[in-house]
């Protein structure tokens, strides 16, 4: 009975690779008759393509000869008619010559000499008068047609080296004239070889968290960019939201499409960072980088109802619909359930640490917003802190409650700002040299810098109350906040400790 049953098991293995193999072959017999399918489809097209375009060929050169013959047949006209009208002339004054030579002669009869004298000179005014001496003997136009002749030997050459079109090469992505700045990347190129033929290129790019060569497999879909004439394109307005970009690119003709380059993969450094939905106080409703101030949040019938629904598991990163894989830095701050911000600090703080380098984010808020705030503050700030209202944080503070007010904030001390309140800030961190800017996100108008020595890493936190904001990551610092830190770290940073 066990040799019976080793036998069955190693007959159903057999079984089952046969069946495999069978399906295998289905599927390549399957491939085979489509792709039998289209060779005729793609043949019958090929060469309904090749008849039209010797058709247009033709009718190009019908329309040219008919151009040409009707230049020819205009020049014989008007020369036939010149040469006809010079003809008649010449045959008139013939004619009347003729007549005053037989005159002539007449006259030279007559015996009587008063008569000879009068028809002397009668013949004599004809002749003065006379078409034949008033009339030019040279022809007004040439019978010569020789500028109306046509040599296409090298027309004809030309025709006769027609042949199908070649298929591009691969461009070659030059790494050293391309460049990532400002959330742009423009990538350049070049054929290896002259290609007249060429109509366009194309580009494709797709993002990445992994360096080197582009893998087989990615999550992320490849982005495409048709009909670049130049040799360079720029990409624009990018989110950084991943560490690198992959970018390959091809030639075409208006036949058919190279081959793509040798792909590269661009590092694209910016700061990626979400709401931690987990620090929030539980008036503000977060999704994902919006935040809405909700006057309902918090009340206690609420509560009960997201610990039952939750089973009792307080809130944290993996249940907030901010939830994303978290980087080293990425981290929970162990705020949950009491622990949130509380009170009158409607606070929600970022999920990534700054404890090094320069970083910059955006954030636009709702105008009509009773108060707002933007900055960053240590992971220690309490929950019934304030931004600005501690040492523990720094921040820019807009007030449209009562009284409108906008003011930079530092361990409860502040300074009024005098600048348009603009609708989208832009913040710089230099973690190392411990600036904290802020700017016209649009216009990068330096609003208020802050000096300080950060003791610890900080994190992005913000506050609405009555309003809501919205934040932008994965941006890099743009050139022109760099160059303005420089410019004016010292003669606009902050007076507050």
């Not at 939830?323 to 703080?349: C, H, I, N, W």
Request: proline residues 4%.
């Amino acid at each position: 009975m066990g040799d019976q049953g080793a036998g069955q098991e190693s007959l159903r293995k057999i079984i089952t690779t046969l069946a495999v193999k069978n399906e295998e072959i289905q599927n390549f017999i399957y491939s085979l008759k489509q792709m039998i399918q289209n060779v005729e489809a793609n043949s019958t097209r090929a060469q309904e393509d090749l008849e039209a375009e010797f058709q247009s060929l033709y009718t190009l050169l019908d329309e040219l000869k008919e151009d040409m013959v009707m230049k020819i047949k205009q020049e014989r006209a008007s020369r036939t008619y010149e040469l006809q009208a010079q003809l008649t002339a010449c045959s008139k004054a013939l004619e009347s010559s003729e007549e005053l030579l037989e005159a002539a002669n007449q006259a030279l009869g007559t015996a009587n000499h008063h008569d000879f004298s009068q028809a002397a000179k009668q013949i004599k005014d004809s002749v003065t008068m006379a078409p034949a001496f008033r009339l030019s003997l040279k022809a007004k136009v040439s019978d010569n047609m020789s500028h109306l002749m046509v040599d296409f030997a090298q027309e004809r050459r030309l025709l006769q080296a027609l042949a199908f079109l070649p298929v591009p090469s691969a461009p070659e992505i030059d790494l050293s004239e391309s460049l990532v700045a400002d959330n742009c990347v423009t990538l350049a190129w070049r054929m290896p070889d002259q290609d007249s033929k060429i109509d366009h290129y194309v580009l494709e790019y797709r993002r990445t968290n992994f360096e080197g060569p582009p893998r087989a497999k990615e999550d992320q879909p490849w982005m495409v960019i048709e009909g670049i004439k130049g040799t360079e394109y720029t990409l624009t307005g990018l989110k950084f939201d991943m560490k690198y970009m992959n970018f390959r690119v091809r030639a075409c003709n208006k036949a058919v499409a190279g081959e793509f380059s040798e792909p590269v993969t661009l590092e694209t450094r910016a700061f990626m960072f979400r709401l931690d939905a987990s620090t929030c106080h539980q008036n503000l409703r977060v999704e994902e980088l919006s935040v809405e101030w909700d006057a309902t949040g918090g009340k206690v019938q609420d509560v009960k109802a997201r610990e039952k629904d939750g089973k009792g598991r307080t809130a944290s990163p993996a249940n907030s619909p901010a939830r994303v894989v978290q980087s080293p830095k990425r981290m929970s701050l162990g705020r949950g359930g009491r622990d949130r911000f509380t009170a009158e600090s409607y606070t929600v703080l970022g999920d990534t640490l700054i404890d090094g380098d320069e970083h910059y984010w955006e954030v636009r808020y709702d105008k009509d917003s009773k108060a707002f705030g933007v900055g960053v503050a240590y992971r220690s700030l309490g929950k019934f802190d304030q931004l600005g209202k501690t040492s523990a944080s720094w921040c820019l503070h807009l007030n449209n409650w009562l009284q409108v007010s906008f003011s930079a904030k530092h361990n409860n001390k502040a300074k009024a700002l005098d600048v348009p309140v603009p609708d989208c800030i832009g913040v710089h961190c230099n973690f190392h040299e411990g600036f904290l800017s802020f700017y016209n996100a649009r216009t990068k108008q330096l609003l208020h810098t802050f000096k300080a020595k950060f003791s610890q890493p900080v994190l992005p936190a913000f506050m609405v109350w009555c309003g809501s904001f919205q934040v932008t990551s994965g941006l890099q610092v743009p050139s022109a906040v760099r160059c303005l830190q420089k410019r004016n770290s010292t003669a606009s940073s902050s007076s507050l400790p």
